[in-house]
């Protein structure tokens, strides 16, 4: 078994942080991510961290942007209504240049929604949640061991590119036990943070952490700096996962949980010989358009099926990827229901009868 | 010849963008007399606000951040996590500090957030064009109580300082004022207090300082804190609200 | 080989640990394995249940559907369950706590007095243990020595007592022939 461990998502990802350097934690309880604050609570002061139960989310991510700007690795961690009110924060922390973790435990929405696992704030991660020109990296794992490795790259990619990360979950991989295996993380690579609020010690000058830019032509400047930034990490940190898409006529699309419970429909559409293959975008963004292409370099006949727990926020990206070089499909369920992998089989069946 | 008067270090050799008579120079000029006088500006964070004092990360020669309006506390809070050993403080205004940040204040003062919290009061918002505040008098016109601030439409303006005082988290909070020599001298020396209450671990300073507004209360710099003294300081009362250290001295 | 365990109760009833054990041996056995728990106010001295995936093959969706073998220790759950299981599956069932006959007749029913068998050994909180020892023999899972094996790294050392106890109560479902 190695060095293999069972734990549950939420612990997991924890620790996966405070292995990754990350000694501060500020958080607000909120179902379903709670275990990782707790794990976080009972961790950290034995490390010389901090964990701060903060009085709001609000405070929470500001707190987060105060000590990510002095330097430290550092996460917050809530659920779907909880990341709602960090928006701000998390705008701010992107238009200074703030790198951070933020874990999304994702329950079904809107409002205070329910507490069952979800998708539906893919829009919210990946098209800007927050006010003004700017994105977030964001990651998503589909397996526990997934959660693991994503969080030490996320506080990698964060120092490397100045950005906060996202990571987003849901219920279900919070709360599963598979075994994981924790390896050594290598920091040795990143860049120096000299840009960080550490005081001067008379030595150099004054850092400032900030996203004010008073003058319209400054903040062009940035914003497009910044988007140099976002074009190399569309370059170098696409993430996906493809099988089978070669010679396949129906290419399923789906992310983290339900991208599992797609492999199953999968697998049981196979039995019944029908050509079916998948694309699991590990990065939301950086979207991984590459796959779509790779699945499109035969210029043959295919449909790609958007799996997802909402009522349809990938498929757009989805359509973007295809450019109507091929049918987009999309089946979905919401509000917290999990699909069964027959009811996405019966989708595929229903597409496959309709080609013939 | 000799120079008797300079520039603190800590205060940046660049224009302030204050009004004419606005009291901000004279709080940023004590702060960064303190700084200097407690050889601290290597090891002191700044964190800076949203209303008139937003750009206060320009002025101060130390590191500094920017937070977003309200959020000071939670900022600084993070920054002092970080680095428990260097010198953390925020500037902040009463919109900030009391209406938006009201939750951010309250609980990085309960907390004992050991950090240094410096509020200008001068009852309205400046940077938006004179809007009603938090600590705005009632009876008080703004361009949005433009009848006077009514207690029954608009609520009743908040004293900071006797609210925070009836937690047991900080270690010291101080009203003050800037309108004299001697009321300077005493701002001063409260500052330095707040400062040297951080270093020393005690917890949470806040020092109010009831301030002026000219522009937006469409007086004279003179005026503005005779107009200040007759109506913010009864209402307002200097003082000391809490010091652990009194207490010990009994 | 792929085992699909449901394992539901009481809240309380150590649910959750029993699957442990199954994922936790599973796991120790260089298996792909996976533990899903229902979460939330079901949680809350409701019904509890969990989903525990052991195979030779990576597992796709942790969410059983057709589960080839069901741990039921009350009634209302071996009336959610008994109709989800494949045929030839099997259902452990505590006999005390669950009265009525299967509906099935495509399926193997194991009734193990679990909850008595525990009282009476004076340990009435590891009724659970005794269906994970009955569950493992009969499904083949994995030998006796490599489920005692799993437990004993998964009860904390500190605990020595705990751990006989433990494995006590599995020796005694293992062996119970009904």
Known sequence: ???????????????????????????????????????????????????????????????????????????????????????????????????????????????????????????????????????????????????????????DIGDKY?????????????????????KDTDTASLP???????????????????????????????????????????????????????????????????????KTAMSKAKAKGLKVGIIRPITLWPFPYEAFEKALADGKKKTFLAVEMSMGQMVDDVKIAVNGRADVDFFGRTGGIVPTPNEILNKIEEIAGGDK | MEKVFTRPHALTDVPLHYCPGCPHGIVHRLVAEVID????????????????????????????????????????????????DKVVFTYQGDGDLAAIGTAETVHAAARGENITTIFINNAIYGMTGGQMAPTTLLGQVTQTTPYGRDQGRNGNPIRVSEMLATLDGPSYIERVTVDTIPHIKAAKKAIKKA???????????????????????????????????????????????????????? | MTFETIFAGFGGQGILFAGKSIAYAGMIENKNVSHLPSYGPEMRGGTCNCHVIVSD????????????????????????FEGQLVPGGKAIIDSTLISRDAERTDIDVY??????????????????????????????MFTFEELKGAVTKLVPASKPELLENNLKTLEAGYNYEG
Request: with cysteine; net charge negative; glycine share 10%.
């Open chain 1, 1 to 155: 078994m190695g060095n293999k461990v069972l734990m549950k998502g939420n612990e997991a990802l924890a620790e996966a942080a405070i292995r990754a350097g990350c000694k501060h934690f500020f958080g607000y309880p909120i179902t379903p991510q709670t275990e990782v604050s707790a794990y976080m609570a009972k961790k950290m002061p034995k490390i010389g961290g901090v964990f701060l139960q903060a009085e709001s989310e609000v405070a929470a991510i500001n707190m987060v942007y105060g000590a990510g700007g002095a330097g430290a690795r550092v996460m917050t961690s809530s659920s779907s209504p909880g990341i709602s009110l960090k928006q701000e924060g998390i705008s701010y922390i992107a238009g200074a240049d703030v790198p951070c973790v933020i874990i999304n435990i994702v329950r079904g929405g809107p409002g205070l929604g329910g507490i069952q696992p979800a998708q539906s704030d893919y829009y919210q991660a990946v098209k800007g949640g927050g006010h003004g020109d700017y994105h977030l990296v964001v990651l998503a794992p589909s397996s526990i061991q997934e959660m693991v490795d994503l969080t030490a790259d996320a506080f």
């Open chain 1, 162 to 182: 100045r950005c906060p990360v996202m990571i987003m979950g849901d219920g279900m991989l919070g709360q599963m036990m598979e075994p994981v295996e924790f």
């Open chain 1, 192 to 262: 120096e943070k000299d840009w960080a609020t550490t005081g001067t010690d008379m030595k150099r000058k004054k850092n400032i952490i900030n996203s004010l830019f008073i003058e319209p032509k400054d903040l062009e400047d940035l914003v497009l700096a910044r988007q140099k930034k976002y074009d190399e990490i569309e370059a170098n940190e696409v993430r996906y996962e493809t099988e089978d898409i070669e010679d396949a006529d129906i290419i399923l699309v789906a992310y983290g949980t339900t991208a599992r419970i797609a």
């Open chain 2, 37 to 84: 006088e407690l050889g601290i500006e290597g090891s002191t964070i700044g964190v800076a606000p949203v209303g008139c004092s937003v750009f206060a990360y320009n002025y101060f020669e130390c590191d500094m951040q920017e937070a977003a309006h309200g959020r000071a506390p939670a900022v600084a809070t993070g920054i002092k996590r970080v680095h428990p």
């Open chain 2, 195 to 250: 400062f040297e209450n951080q270093i020393a671990g005690k917890g949470f300073s806040l020092i109010e300082v009831v301030s002026t507004c000219p522009t937006n209360w469409g007086m004279s710099p003179t005026e503005a804190f005779d107009w200040m003294r007759d109506n913010m300081l009864p209402h307002y009362p200097l003082g000391v609200y809490k010091d652990i250290d009194a207490k010990e001295e009994k």
């Open chain 3, 57 to 80: 093959e990576p597992v796709a969706s942790p969410i059983i559907v057709e589960p080839t073998a069901l741990v039921a220790m009350n009634a209302p759950s071996f009336d959610k």
């Open chain 3, 111 to 140: 009734k193990v007095p679990a909850t008595d068998m525990a009282n009476k050994m004076g340990l009435p909180k590891l009724a659970n243990m005794i269906l994970v020892g009955k569950l493992v023999k009969e499904t083949g």
